[in-house]
């Protein structure tokens, strides 16, 4: 996925939630499940993608995310979370 596809992606989903995360981090594999459970059982209808920093570089860079993990959250194409 390029970076202008992810762009087109959270601006066309109402609710959109990005996990930027490698393989070699720890905390990112302890925390993903249960983030993914949240949004799957709590907000049914957002989307939830899983971005690899390592494997694609240009993603996360396009959004500014230079620690891992980084969950951002969209509205409407809108950031409104970061953490």
């Known amino acids: 996925m390029t970076p202008e596809?992810?762009?087109q992606r959270v601006a066309s989903t109402p609710g959109i939630?990005?996990?930027?995360?490698?393989?070699?981090?720890?905390?990112?594999?302890a925390l993903r499940p249960k983030v993914e459970e949240l949004i799957q059982s709590q907000f049914a209808n957002m989307e939830f993608l899983t971005v690899d920093t390592v494997k694609e570089p240009s993603?996360?860079?396009a959004y500014n995310v230079f620690a891992n993990p980084t969950i951002l959250?969209?509205?409407e194409g809108r950031e409104y979370i970061r953490k």
Not at 18 to 28: G, R, S
């Open 59 to 61: 993603l996360s860079s």
């Open 17 to 29: 939630v990005l996990y930027f995360k490698n393989d070699k981090c720890a905390p990112c594999m």
């Open 5 to 7: 596809e992810l762009k």
């Open 73 to 75: 959250v969209f509205f």
